[in-house]
């Protein structure tokens, strides 16, 4: 499998020559240059693989896909590694459990920072160290993070051998208990960052740097955000898993949380006839700001994942929402952007983005250049409401959306916790809100959650009148000393201190 840039280099690169770069030499962001595809048959075999060898054999089938130039055994021995019980907290690693009316909750953050970050995280860091010993290199990481990004690459590359981390933060911006998962770490290759600036200002920062090639190739830079496409390649193997629980007809053999659903006969979403696929579909609700987790669904449904909607859902910072109704992508400015109850959603320029969208024109990245290169560095926004291809995005791909407030959060916070007794965090409330507007009778529709709700105590409290629980592991941790440096939205700034902690 090779590796094209989404704004026209078709010089194709292996996986782990990718791993290692983050943003191709064109500004772009990588995509395989097909999507494999899975049929009914190795479906069924992968449903058995889960079921009765675990989530780290799903995730080699599913990689090795993707990834040649690992040795198979090693690269089996890698999600071995990343996927345990002990590091993520039960054999299936993300359980689905029912909530109401055909809606389900896929558990992703029950790993080592409580948020779904660390489904990718983890396995990116054995990745890095992997190939870095192999390569006898070094590797400088710089990241944005909204708030959960960071805690989990840090968490997951510190102590890694060849590797530093550098993570720029928007300052005040994140949760408490968010800042100090990060600002807590006294690694010696862990730097914090924290940025007079939104989000959006951290990423063109990380964007900036990573487009002066000569600095990206001095001090060796790359990155973990989700513009790196192996983070993404992880994040597809759990909407498989998430499909094997939820269509099944006979109780995983793992642990609970299957339903039985009959088949339903019905046109595939991808446009084929029904017979050429597995029936049993399923729809995800995706919590998304920067389009990463939702975009990995995409990967998989363009595998052929008999996906029947893909269901966006935003806070009240809604550029993806008003894309998908009205086909304007239009960026905001710091200044526009609202600080929300549900932080790492507080993201105007969504980067993974321009993935689906090369897919949405055909795969043209001269088109898809003048777009994200020219018109929103020139005027802010486009406009795809007239073009042929906008339709396809709901037609043929999936995709819906909607919006949630901060009222809509404190609502279903409280609706679940009193009728259910189930807490969910800030970012999961805005997934089951708009998941009740989109459910379809007989097609389960599976919420990805995305933190605990300890991360985001206060409004918590303030929805359910009650403390979250917490974690013995972190009791304490915003008492704790803390290492973080603040700077001023400036790429050069950023690559002057990464110059001066690596000489």
Not at 227 to 232: E, H, P, S, V, Y
Not at 435 to 456: C, D, N, S, Y
Request: charged residues 20%; contains cysteine.
């Amino acid at each position: 499998m090779q590796y094209i840039s989404t704004r026209g280099d078709r010089s194709p690169k292996h996986f782990c020559d990718i791993l290692l770069e983050g943003l191709a030499p064109d500004g772009g962001l990588y995509l395989p240059e097909h999507y494999p595809q899975v049929d009914d048959a190795t479906l069924s075999r992968w449903r058995s693989v889960y079921q009765h060898q675990g989530y780290a054999e799903l995730a080699f089938e599913v990689l090795s896909l993707y990834i040649d130039d690992i040795p198979a055994a090693d690269l089996k021995a890698l999600c071995r590694k990343t996927y345990t019980a002990e590091v993520f907290g039960s054999p299936e690693i993300v359980p689905l459990r029912p909530l109401e009316n055909g809606i389900w909750l896929e558990a992703l953050s029950n790993g080592p920072t409580l948020a779904f970050k660390d489904m990718a995280m983890q396995l990116l860091g054995n990745l890095f160290e992997y190939e870095l010993a192999r390569r006898g290199e070094e590797l400088n990481i710089l990241g944005a993070t909204s708030g959960d990004t960071g805690s989990a690459a840090e968490y997951a590359m510190r102590g890694k051998k060849g590797v530093r981390v550098f993570m720029t933060s928007p300052q005040g911006r994140m949760s408490p208990f968010q800042q100090a998962q990060m600002f807590s770490l006294m690694d010696d290759n862990i730097f914090n960052i924290a940025v007079d600036g939104v989000f959006d200002d951290c990423q063109d920062m990380v964007k900036a740097v990573s487009n002066d090639l000569d600095f990206k190739r001095r001090y060796k830079i790359g990155t973990v955000n989700s513009i790196n496409w192996a983070r993404l390649l992880a994040q597809v193997v759990y909407y498989f898993a998430g499909y094997f629980q939820a269509t099944q007809t006979q109780a995983p053999t793992l642990g609970a949380g299957a339903s039985s659903l009959p088949p339903e006969g019905a046109v595939s979403p991808w446009g084929g006839a029904a017979a050429q696929h597995n029936t049993e579909k399923v729809s995800f609700t995706v919590p998304s700001g920067n389009f990463g987790n939702v975009c990995a669904g995409h990967v998989a449904r363009m595998m052929g994942l008999p996906i029947a909607r893909l269901v966006v859902a935003t806070n009240e910072n809604d550029v993806l929402d008003e894309f998908f109704k009205t086909g304007v992508y239009r960026v905001r400015s710091s200044a526009d952007t609202h600080e929300t109850s549900s932080p790492s959603m507080d993201i105007s320029k969504a980067s993974n983005f321009e993935r689906f969208v090369f897919d949405l024109l055909g795969r043209d990245g001269a088109r898809t250049k003048a777009l994200f290169g020219d018109a929103l560095a020139r005027v802010g926004f486009f406009d795809l409401e007239a073009h042929p291809a906008f339709s396809r995005a709901a037609s043929h791909y999936g995709f819906d959306s909607g919006k949630s407030t901060h009222a809509d959060r404190l609502a279903t916070i409280k609706d679940l916790y009193v009728r259910h007794g189930m807490m969910i965090d800030t970012h999961t409330a805005d997934g089951v809100k708009v998941a009740r507007e989109h459910v379809q009778a007989g097609v389960p529709m599976i919420v990805l959650e995305t933190a605990l709700p300890i991360k985001f105590a206060a409004t918590i409290v303030e929805a359910t009148g009650r403390e979250p629980d917490r974690p013995a592991r972190f009791n304490g941790i915003e008492a704790l000393p803390k290492r973080v440096v603040t700077m001023s939205a400036d790429a050069q700034a950023i690559k002057t201190f990464i110059a001066s902690h690596c000489s």
